[in-house]
């Protein structure tokens, strides 16, 4: 079945660097990826829809310049989060959706602690 | 904007007994209705997917059904397994691939 590989798990990092985290459809083409983030005992927002070859379409109140989203191939999609503080450390999570299946395969998720 | 809404938050029930999760949305114009699983600390799995031109969707011990008209969508499960423990969540999708999530139902399934 489809899979979507997400790196790295879990990160912890310095209050004002810069994460990177990846987000790769491993078997199929992802025509569009989202990412969504999660706060403890809350639900997924989606924070973004990125489009392969085109700017990222940030959801209200999410800051496209501190979240900065890649989507360079058909199976990869990046989310940036510059310049992170404690209030970034979240769980984020991406999903792949290809236009040959009405799935969404998401992946195993990020969690990013900023101290 | 659609609000998707689950109830009960939290649920336990004895192994053996039939779990019922329910799932409302104020948008009848959905595109499909997608039920996932997350265990902690871990992303999404897809358990069914039901488009909005169908009423259910089986898969082994679970069964989704949807009803466009009063919004709501349930999932079943049947005979209910320790292994079942985990947060469901319901998500509505529009035709672009956006998904709205609901807060998810947590299920502690006891021996």
């Known amino acids: 079945g489809a899979v979507v590989s997400q790196h790295p798990s879990r990160v912890i990092c310095k209050s004002g660097t810069s994460v990177k985290i990846e987000c790769r459809s491993l078997?199929?083409?992802?025509?569009?990826m989202f990412w969504y983030r999660q706060f403890p005992k809350q639900s997924l927002m989606l924070m973004a829809t990125?489009?392969?070859?085109?700017?990222?379409?940030?959801e209200q109140g999410v800051e496209k310049d501190k979240f900065l989203i890649n989507h360079a191939s058909l199976t990869l999609s990046t989310l940036t989060v510059t310049s992170a503080h404690p209030e970034d450390s979240s769980f984020y999570i991406c999903?792949?959706?290809?236009?040959?299946?009405?799935?969404?395969?998401f992946g195993s998720g990020t969690r990013l602690t900023v101290v | 904007k659609q609000e998707v809404t689950q109830i009960p938050a939290a649920l336990s029930v004895p192994e053996g007994e039939n779990l019922v999760l329910n799932c409302s949305f104020t948008?009848?114009?959905?595109?499909?209705l997608q039920w996932f699983r997350q265990d902690p600390g871990k992303g999404l799995t897809s358990l069914l997917l039901?488009?909005?031109?169908?009423r259910e969707q089986t898969s082994g011990r679970l069964n989704a059904s949807l009803d466009k008209s009063s919004g709501r969508s349930t999932l079943y499960i049947a005979a209910s397994q320790p292994g079942d423990s985990a947060t469901y969540l319901c998500?509505?999708?529009?035709?672009?691939?956006?998904?709205?999530f609901g807060a998810g139902t947590q299920v502690v399934v006891t021996p």
């Open positions: 999903s792949a959706h290809s236009s040959a299946n009405y799935g969404y395969t």
């Open positions: 039901i488009q909005s031109s169908q």
């Open positions: 078997d199929f083409q992802a025509t569009t």
């Open positions: 990125s489009n392969e070859g085109s700017k990222a379409t940030y």
């Open positions: 948008d009848s114009a959905i595109y499909n």
């Open positions: 998500a509505s999708g529009d035709s672009w691939g956006k998904l709205q």
